[in-house]
């Protein structure tokens, strides 16, 4: 949700300090998964002011298990049939969280109509890559990123 609300951090250390994107701060390596050096500390995450409707639904296994199988999180400025901003973050289907460029484009240009949430939808899946799961067949994941972006564009046209 915070990639979502364009948050940033900032990682401090005897040299200095220094904020980037939180959605940078994320690499796609299970290793090395943050781009914070060893002689780094996380001191602060800056939230910018709240202007957005936004939305965070998440897909687990079962009710109250705290692992996901997908999260979804949303924010949109503007109005449903021309947004100024969209922003799409999916977690917990990659080693980091992704940013849905390809869907935000299309409702840029389309907005949350009908036509447009579904092609977002779709699109979702080009912005993810592979797709893979120690839970979960590949297919099973597909269908399931493709009702949860859905379903909380849904959501965010209702607000």
């Known amino acids: 949700m915070l990639i979502a609300l364009d948050a940033g951090v900032r990682l401090a250390s005897s040299s200095g300090t220094r904020e980037i994107a939180l959605a940078d701060f994320y690499l796609n390596d299970g290793a090395e ?8 500390v996380l001191v602060a995450v800056t939230i910018p002011p709240a202007r957005a409707r936004t939305v965070f639904a998440k897909m687990a ?15 949109v400025t503007g109005d ?4 100024d901003s969209v922003r799409l973050v999916m977690g917990s289907v990659a080693p980091m969280p992704v940013m849905l460029h390809q869907s935000a484009a299309i409702l840029l240009e389309s907005g949350l109509t009908d036509a447009g949430i579904e092609a977002a ?4 899946r080009q912005d993810l890559g592979e797709v893979t799961n120690l839970y979960t067949p590949s297919g099973y994941k597909r269908r399931l990123i493709r009702a949860l972006i859905r379903q909380a564009l849904e959501r965010l046209r209702a607000q």
Not at 61 to 75: E, H, K, S, Y
């Open 33 to 40: 998964h943050t781009v914070r050096q060893a002689d780094e």
């Open 61 to 75: 296994q079962r009710v109250g298990l705290d692992f996901a199988t997908a999260t979804i999180a949303g924010a």
């Open 80 to 83: 449903d049939a021309q947004p």
């Open 121 to 124: 939808a779709l699109a979702g």
